[in-house]
C-alpha cells in the first residue's frame, strides 16, 4: 500500500513541476548553483539539444529541462534557478529549494566554481542538510588553473561526505566522469554520508526540543532536523511548502506551537531575540564553509586576479568608463546597421525570384485572381519582408550583444550607469535591457529576468518598448535622411547622423523619466536591495555565442514576429483593396482617423499605419506608401527622392517627419513585444499599461511639438 | 571600541576593514547574510563606478558592487592590512 501512495503522489508532484519525464523508470537529477559558476554550460553540455524550456508553474522563472543517456538509463536534468543561498529570501530560491525537498530528485548535483569555492560551499551545506543524495561538481578548473588556485577534491569530498567531481564543462572535460558519478549516487552505488553543520549549543538544544514533533508527521518525507531549524528560524514558507505539497498543515500541529512558543523564549532568555537566530544560523554555515576550504584550498595569488583588477582599472575608470561603454555600444549599432543592409538586399531579391516562380505555379494551378492576391500580394508580400528586414539586424546584433555578455562585460556596464538609474529609482541592470531593446524590445523584455527585484524589474518591462528597436530604426533613418539632411546640403548625411544620435539620447532621457513617474505613482516603495556581482573576465567561446544567440533568441523572436506578421499581412491586403462606395476600407479609417490625428502633426495614413503595423513596425512605411499610392500592395520605391516627393505631395512638412519620429519613438509595443509581456508578467494589468503608457507619452509630446511649432508660426 | 567603526563605503579604497556590525533589517540584512556579509568577515574595497555609487568589494572571493544606501548599514573596523 505505502508503495502506490507513494508513487501517485510522486507522480502528482512532478506534474506540478511539470517534470517532462515519460516513463517512471525515468531518473530525476536537479541542478543546483550559484549564479555565474558555468551551470547553464554544464546543463547544455550534458543534454546537447535534448531540451525544454518553459516557466516553473505560476512563476515567471525560467524553467529548463534536458535530457541525457548514460548506460540505458534515461536521466532527466532539471536546471534550477541559479542561488546564492536556499533561505527563501527570493522566489528563485523558493523555487530550488521546494524542488529539492519535495521534487524528489534522484540526485541534486550542485555546480560550484573553482575560484571562489568558499561562497559557492555555503549553498552545498544548505543542501547537505536537506538530501543525502548530492554530487559537487567543482566547474571553471582551468580558471582556477590559470589563477594558481589549486583544490584537494578528495580531500574536499572526504570533508563533505558526497562525491565530487571536477570539470571543465566548456571543453566537456570531467563530464563523462560526472554522469558515472551521478549514475553511482542515484543507483544506490555509492554511499553518501553528508556533513552536517555544527550549530551554537543553544541552537542545537532548541532542535532536539523541537525535531521528536516533526519526526512523527513528516514521516522521513523530509529531513526532521532541518526542517526543525527552519521552524526554529520562522520560515512560514516552509510550512506553506509542506502544506501544499504534502498535503498536510504542521501550523495547525498545537502540540507543535507550543513547544515552538516555549523554545523561543528560553532563546530568548539567553539573549537570542528571532533576528538574531537567523545571523546566528548563516554564521554557522559560513564558519564550516570557511573551514573546510582553509584545509582544501591553496592559493598563490589573491583571488580578484591583478588582470582583472587592471581591465576593470580602465573599463569602470572614472575618465574612460563611460566614453568606452559609449564607443563599444555605438559600434555595435554602427555594424549591426550597416552590415545588415547587404544581406537584406541579398534576401528580398531571393523572395523575389521566389514570388515570381510562386506566381508561375498558381497560374499554372489555375487558380482564381483573388486568391492569388491575397495570397501573393498580402501574406506572401508582407511576411518576407518582415524577414528580410528583421533576420539580418537580429542575426548580427545578438551574437555581438552575447558576446559582450560572455566577456563579462555586460555587468561592468551596469556597474558604470547604475548611479543613474538609482536616480530614476531603477536597477542598473536596466541599462542592459535597454541595450538588448535596441535590438528587439520583446527579447529586451525576456532579458528582464536578471534584475531579481521585482518592482525595478516591472518597471523595466514597462518602459523597454521606449528605446527603439531593429525595426524602428528604419522609420528614423529615412525621415532623418528625407526631410533633416537634405535641407541643408554641405552637412547632409552629419546632420542625419546627430538627430539619429539626438533620438537615442531622448529615448534614454523619456525611459529614465517615466521610470521615475512609475515608481512615484503605481509602483511606489523604496528601490529594493541592490547588489550586483562583478564576475571575472573569461574568455568566450565564438562557436557557441553564435550558434546559442541565434536559436536562442534570433529564431525565437522572429518565429514570433512571422507568426503575427502572416496573419496581419491577410487583413492589411482585405483593408486596402475592399472598398465601401468608392474607396477602400482603409481609406474610410484614414479619413476617420485624420482630424485627431491632425492635432499630434500627424495625418490619418500615418496613423492608421502605425496601427496597422502593429505586428512588427518594420511594415510602417510600406503601409503607409502603400496607401499614399492607393496601390492596393506593398511595394519598395525605387528611389528616396521619388519617397520624398510623395509624401509632400500628400502634405508632409518637416514638422510631419519630426513628428512622425517622435511618434515612433513613443507609441504601443508591437504585437511580439506586448504578447512578451503577457508572458513574462503573467498579468493582463501591466501589459495593458505597457500599451497605455507609452502610447499617452507619444499623444503629449506629439501634440506639445505640433501645436508649438504652428503658434510660433514656424511651419 | 564603538568609535573605530565607520560605515563601509566610508572605507578607504584599497584598504581592508573587519565587519563588526549589520544595522540592516528584514530582506536587506538576510540578503546580505547571504552574500557572506556576517561578523568578523574581512572585506576589501576595490574601486568607486564613474559616479561613485555603488562601490566595488572583495569579499569571500567574489567582487560584489553594492550602493551606498546598503553600506551605511555595515559597520566595518579598518585594519592597515589582510592577515
Redesign the interface.
Known amino acids: 500500500m505505502g508503495l502506490t501512495n507513494q508513487s501517485t503522489g510522486t507522480k502528482v508532484l512532478k506534474e506540478m513541476f511539470r517534470v517532462q519525464s515519460e516513463s517512471p523508470k525515468d531518473i530525476i537529477v536537479a541542478l543546483a548553483g550559484n549564479p555565474n559558476t558555468g551551470k547553464s554550460t554544464v546543463f547544455n553540455n550534458l543534454t546537447g539539444l535534448n531540451q525544454h524550456t518553459g516557466n516553473w508553474p505560476g512563476k515567471t522563472v525560467a524553467n529548463a529541462q534536458g535530457k541525457f543517456m548514460h548506460e540505458n538509463n534515461t536521466y532527466i536534468l532539471v536546471d534550477l534557478p541559479g542561488t546564492?543561498?536556499l533561505?527563501a529570501?527570493s522566489v528563485e530560491e523558493q523555487i530550488a529549494r521546494d524542488f529539492i525537498c519535495f521534487g524528489h530528485p534522484q540526485v541534486t548535483v550542485i555546480v560550484t566554481d573553482a575560484?571562489?569555492?568558499?561562497?559557492n560551499l555555503?549553498l552545498v551545506l544548505q543542501i547537505l542538510e536537506i538530501t543525502d543524495k548530492v554530487v559537487v561538481c567543482v566547474n571553471l578548473m582551468d580558471e582556477a588553473k590559470r589563477k594558481k588556485i589549486s583544490i584537494d577534491l578528495n580531500h574536499l569530498s572526504e570533508l563533505l561526505g558526497v562525491p565530487v567531481v571536477g570539470t571543465t564543462a566548456r571543453d566537456g572535460k570531467g563530464l563523462e566522469k560526472l554522469k558515472d558519478i551521478i549514475a553511482k549516487v542515484a543507483l544506490g552505488k555509492v554511499r553518501t554520508t553528508p556533513k552536517k553543520i555544527q550549530y551554537d549549543e543553544i541552537i542545537e538544544k532548541a532542535i532536539t526540543e523541537i525535531e521528536p514533533y516533526i519526526q512523527n508527521s513528516i514521516n522521513d518525507q523530509l529531513n526532521s532536523k532541518w526542517t526543525a531549524l527552519r521552524l526554529i528560524d520562522s520560515d512560514n514558507l516552509l510550512l506553506e511548502s509542506i502544506n501544499n505539497y504534502l498535503d498536510f498543515d504542521l501550523s495547525k500541529d498545537e502540540l507543535l506551537n507550543l513547544t515552538l512558543k516555549k523554545t523561543h523564549l528560553e532563546l530568548e532568555k539567553e539573549g537570542f531575540k528571532l533576528?538574531d537566530i537567523?545571523?546566528q544560523i548563516?554564521?554557522n554555515i559560513?564558519k564550516t564553509a570557511e573551514n573546510i576550504t582553509q584545509k582544501v584550498v591553496s592559493s598563490q595569488s589573491k583571488?580578484?586576479h591583478p588582470i582583472d583588477?587592471k581591465i576593470?582599472?580602465i573599463l569602470?575608470?572614472?575618465l574612460f568608463?563611460?566614453p568606452i561603454m559609449l564607443a563599444l555600444l555605438g559600434f555595435v549599432f554602427w555594424l549591426t546597421i550597416e552590415g545588415a543592409n547587404i544581406p537584406s538586399n541579398i534576401l528580398a531579391n531571393i523572395f523575389l525570384l521566389l514570388e515570381k516562380k510562386l506566381v508561375l505555379f498558381l497560374g499554372w494551378l489555375n487558380t482564381p485572381i483573388w486568391i492569388h492576391d491575397i495570397f501573393i500580394l498580402g501574406i506572401y508580400r508582407t511576411l518576407t519582408w518582415v524577414i528580410s528586414v528583421m533576420l539580418p539586424p537580429m542575426a548580427i546584433f545578438f551574437p555581438l550583444f552575447t558576446l559582450l555578455e560572455d566577456l563579462g562585460y555586460l555587468p561592468r556596464i551596469a556597474?558604470?550607469l547604475?548611479?543613474?538609474f538609482?536616480k530614476a529609482c531603477a536597477h542598473?541592470k536596466q541599462a542592459l535591457t535597454m541595450c538588448m531593446g535596441f535590438g528587439c524590445n520583446a527579447a529586451g523584455v525576456i532579458s528582464c529576468r536578471i534584475i531579481d527585484s521585482p518592482r525595478e524589474r516591472l518597471i523595466a518591462i514597462i518602459t523597454n518598448n521606449f528605446v527603439p528597436c531593429n525595426g524602428r530604426f528604419p522609420i528614423l533613418i529615412s525621415m532623418a535622411t528625407l526631410f533633416i539632411a537634405s535641407t541643408h546640403d554641405t552637412f547632409n548625411s552629419l546632420l542625419a547622423t546627430l538627430s539619429i544620435l539626438g533620438v537615442i539620447i531622448l529615448s534614454v532621457i523619456i525611459t529614465l523619466f517615466i521610470s521615475k513617474l512609475l515608481s512615484k505613482t503605481i509602483l511606489k516603495g523604496l528601490p529594493?536591495?541592490?547588489?550586483?556581482?562583478?564576475?571575472?573576465y573569461r574568455k568566450p567561446q565564438i562557436g557557441k555565442i553564435i550558434i546559442r544567440s541565434i536559436f536562442d533568441r534570433t529564431l525565437f523572436v522572429l518565429g514570433r514576429a512571422v507568426a503575427i506578421a502572416a496573419p496581419a499581412g491577410f487583413i492589411i491586403w482585405l483593408m486596402a483593396n475592399v472598398t465601401i462606395g468608392s474607396t477602400s476600407i482603409l481609406t474610410h479609417c484614414a479619413q476617420f482617423l485624420d482630424p485627431f490625428s491632425q492635432l499630434l502633426g500627424l495625418d490619418g495614413y500615418i496613423m492608421m499605419a502605425f496601427i496597422l503595423g502593429m505586428p512588427a513596425n518594420e511594415i510602417v512605411i510600406p503601409i503607409l506608401i502603400m496607401s499614399y499610392m492607393s496601390e492596393g500592395t506593398m511595394l519598395e520605391l525605387d528611389s528616396l527622392i521619388e519617397m520624398k516627393q510623395l509624401f509632400i505631395a500628400n502634405g508632409w512638412t518637416w514638422l510631419t517627419a519630426i513628428c512622425t519620429m517622435l511618434f515612433t519613438l513613443n507609441h504601443w509595443p508591437c504585437g511580439t513585444t506586448l504578447w512578451t509581456i503577457k508572458k513574462e508578467t503573467q498579468s493582463w494589468k501591466w501589459t495593458w499599461m505597457s500599451f497605455l503608457i507609452p502610447t499617452l507619452t507619444g499623444f503629449v509630446i506629439c501634440f506639445i511639438v505640433a501645436q508649438g511649432a504652428r503658434l510660433l508660426n514656424l511651419v | 571600541m564603538q568609535s573605530n567603526l565607520i560605515p563601509l563605503h566610508q572605507l578607504p579604497i584599497g584598504s581592508f576593514g573587519i565587519i563588526k556590525k549589520l544595522t540592516a533589517q528584514g530582506n536587506t540584512r538576510r540578503r546580505m547574510l547571504d552574500l557572506g556579509f556576517i561578523y568578523n568577515t574581512t572585506i576589501e574595497s576595490l574601486r568607486k563606478s564613474p559616479a561613485g555609487d555603488p562601490i566595488a568589494y572583495e569579499i569571500r572571493g567574489t567582487v560584489i558592487a553594492l550602493r551606498n544606501e546598503e553600506t551605511s548599514n555595515i559597520l566595518v573596523e579598518t585594519i592597515s592590512k589582510q592577515e
Open positions: 546564492y543561498s533561505l529570501n575560484t571562489c569555492l568558499e561562497r555555503n533576528e537567523r545571523d548563516v554564521s559560513f583571488t580578484y583588477r576593470d582599472h569602470t575608470s572614472r568608463g563611460i556597474f558604470n547604475d548611479h543613474f538609482k542598473g529594493s536591495s541592490f547588489t550586483l556581482e562583478l564576475p571575472p
